[in-house]
C-alpha cells in the first residue's frame, strides 16, 4: 500500500475501488470514461488506512468489469496511484494562519485544518483586537510583544490529535515546545 514519501506528510500510494458504469459508456472513449469517473469519485475524498486522496495519478481497470445484478450497471474493479495527504499525532508541520479568534487560531496545511486553541500557547500569549482598526486584524502576541500569530502567518505546530472526516482531515495542534511558534523570516 505504502509506496514513498514525497514529503513529511504527502504519498504516493497504490490503491484499489470499484466503479460502477452505465451501459451507455462502453463503447468508444470507455477508458477515459473510466479514468474520469474515477477522479471525480475518488479526488478530494478521505479513505480509511490511507488519508485524504489529492490527486490521482496512474489508473487501469483491474479486470473487464461484472455486470451488477439488479441494477444494469456494470462493475469496473481499478487500480489506480494517488498522492494523498496523512497526518499523525506528534508530526511537527508548518501552517498558514487563516483565522484567528478569541479561543486560538486555525491554520491549514494543504487541504488539512488544524486549531490550534489558547490554551495549547506557550504561557504569556494574549489576545489582542488592538491593532483590529489599523489593519492588522486579531492576533496572539507573545509577553515580550516580539512576535505575533495574526491571519497569513506561516506558524510551526505539534499535532496533539487528528481526524478524518470524509472530505477533510482536522488536527489539533500546539505551539508549546522547542522551535513551535511563528516562523520569523528575514
Not at 480509511?48 to 483491474?62: F, H, M, N, S, T
Amino acid at each position: 500500500l505504502f509506496r514513498s514519501p514525497i514529503s513529511t506528510m504527502f504519498y504516493f500510494m497504490d490503491l484499489y475501488t470499484y466503479l460502477l458504469v452505465k451501459p451507455e459508456y462502453l463503447g468508444p472513449g470507455y477508458h477515459d470514461h473510466l479514468e474520469d469517473h474515477l477522479r471525480q469519485k475518488v479526488e478530494g475524498t478521505v479513505q480509511e488506512k490511507a488519508g485524504l486522496i489529492v490527486a490521482v495519478g496512474d489508473c487501469e481497470p483491474v479486470d473487464k468489469g461484472k455486470l451488477h445484478e439488479g441494477t444494469g450497471l456494470i462493475m469496473v474493479p481499478m487500480r489506480y496511484t494517488a498522492v494523498v495527504q496523512q497526518l499523525f499525532k506528534n508530526e511537527v508541520v508548518d501552517c498558514e494562519v487563516v483565522e484567528v479568534n478569541t479561543l486560538g487560531f486555525f491554520g491549514e496545511v494543504g487541504p488539512a485544518r488544524v486549531f490550534v486553541s489558547k490554551t495549547l500557547l506557550p504561557e504569556g500569549w494574549s489576545y489582542r483586537e488592538a491593532e483590529l482598526h489599523s489593519g492588522g486584524g486579531p492576533s496572539y502576541v507573545s509577553k515580550d510583544g516580539t512576535l505575533a500569530i495574526r491571519r497569513e502567518s506561516a506558524v510551526r505546530v505539534k499535532l496533539v490529535a487528528t481526524k478524518q472526516d470524509s472530505d477533510r482531515i482536522n488536527a489539533i495542534g500546539t505551539t508549546q515546545g522547542d522551535f513551535l511558534g511563528p516562523l520569523v523570516r528575514g
